[in-house]
């Protein structure tokens, strides 16, 4: 460190800023080269893409370019800096244990496959689609486009539900039909109004459901399922349908749920 630091000739001087700067250029070259070659073997294995392991290759690369000029440059011996800092580690995890904690559920959750990026899932209530899996923490975008950032070793001891197709498009639609009415006929219209309402915004594969569940005094009770494409304003389809079953004639209105419930009424006096 004191041949660095201390009085030094021009040309040793210029010799020690080009070696730093081969290494600089060597290192970041090794890691365009590695980093493009590991999503290249990630995509063949089947192994989902993110951040995580690119970022512990180039901890890597960097490593052994930083060793690679301490002798040369700054005069200080690799094996007693690797040394140093293997002890000077001990202390500094006791103070990292929750990144230390974060990194190692990171990858234990992208190795065995548990979320990858695209994954729709659920996670402690919150639902969204996984965006990346970075050192710390897993990005979760829900429909609105907000961002849940919730910490890898969290992560690990969290129940995780993973979505199906079906769930994630599901756009339900409540509703009451007047009791008598032919149901059949109902879940035909109620398809027929999605398509004029939703239009374009229905997602292809998928059929438009009406499952009736229950009797009450509204009348019955039914759900409509629409199934929408990503990236579509979920409330405003439901809207649409909305406006367009309330005009049917078969929807229960407020004086045959008053009725309904007058009748129920008297027949439970009687």
């Keep these: ?21 081969v290494v600089i250029g060597v290192a970041l070259l090794v890691q365009r080269v590695v980093v493009h070659g590991l999503r290249r073997a990630l995509d063949a294995a089947g ?3 993110a951040s995580i392991f690119v970022n512990i290759v180039r901890t890597i690369i960097w490593a052994f370019a ?22 000077t580690s001990v202390v500094i995890s006791l103070g990292l244990q929750d990144t230390v904690s974060n990194v190692v559920a990171g990858l234990g959750l992208m190795l065995g496959r548990v979320v990858r990026p695209g994954d729709q899932v659920t996670i402690g209530g919150f639902s969204g689609e996984v965006v990346d899996v970075t050192w710390r923490s897993t ?11 919730i910490p890898n070793s969290v992560l690990n001891k969290t129940a995780l539900t993973r979505e199906t197709d ?11 039909a007047e009791p008598g009415c032919d149901l ?39 759900t409509t399922h629409l199934h929408l494409v990503a990236g579509t304003n979920y409330s405003v389809q439901a809207d649409a349908l909305v406006r367009a ?19 129920a009424d008297k027949g439970t006096t009687n």
């Design 139 to 149: 990005m979760v975008r829900d429909r609105g486009g907000k961002v849940e950032v």
């Design 47 to 49: 192994v989902p893409k």
């Design 245 to 263: 079953i309330s005009r049917a004639p078969w929807i229960a209105r407020p004086t045959t749920a008053a009725a309904n419930v007058a009748a």
């Design 66 to 87: 930083l060793l690679a000029v301490l002798q040369p440059v700054f005069g200080i011996q690799p094996t007693a800096f690797v040394a140093a800092l293997g002890v």
């Design 1 to 21: 460190m004191e041949d660095f630091l201390g009085n030094i000739d021009t040309s040793v001087l210029v010799g020690k800023i080009a070696f730093l700067a």
């Design 166 to 176: 079906w769930s994630v498009t599901d756009c339900p639609v409540e509703f009451y």
């Design 184 to 222: 059949d006929a109902v879940a035909l219209e109620v398809q027929h109004l999605a398509r004029e309402a939703c239009g374009g915004a229905l997602a292809p594969g998928f059929t438009t459901e009406a499952l009736f569940d229950g009797l009450g005094p509204l009348g019955i009770h039914g």
